[in-house]
């Protein structure tokens, strides 16, 4: 999402468009990697930007209710990538390396069929995650 989406994405949804908010959103935009709080926290203040810690795990928090963000966790590790796709979607992460792919498709209705048989829910929404190893892991290995 670029930044004048994201800025149209904040106004549709009525949220206030902080500086803080704007400031985590650049530097996950301009990663290369997915980043830890601590991490945002540091490369934020290496430019002379002190946002609290509190309020970056806030702000990740509502990007991740906002589906804008992908939050990996690796054991006690938890990073923070910015999705590119907009719509419905699902990631594969590599176990090795760490890097995050995003799948532009879901095709899961006959299990969510299955799910409403077995257990008579309505099925409205699902989180799957994918995990492998990517090309350059897989050869390393
Ligand atoms: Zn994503
Ligand atoms: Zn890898
Ligand atoms: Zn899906």
Redesign the pocket.
């Known amino acids: 999402m670029n930044k004048g989406l994201f800025k149209n994405f904040f106004k549709a949804k009525k949220l206030r468009l902080s500086h803080p908010r704007l400031l985590i959103y650049q530097e996950l935009y301009n990663a290369k990697t997915p980043l830890s709080p601590q991490e945002l926290y540091q490369s934020l203040l290496k430019k002379q930007k002190k946002i609290g810690l509190t309020s970056i795990y806030r702000s990740l928090d509502l990007f991740e209710s906002l589906d804008m963000v ?1 939050k990996i966790i690796n054991g006690s590790s938890v990073k923070y ?1 910015l ?3 907009e719509d419905h ?1 699902h ?1 594969i992460i590599c176990k090795a390396c760490g890097s995050v792919v ?1 799948l532009n498709f879901c095709d899961i209705s006959d299990w969510s069929k299955k799910v409403t048989e077995s257990t008579g829910y309505q099925v409205i929404d699902h989180q799957l995650n994918f995990y492998g190893f990517c090309k350059t892991c897989k050869k390393e290995a």
Do not use: I
């Open positions: 992908f990538k999705c590119e796709l979607h990631h995003e």
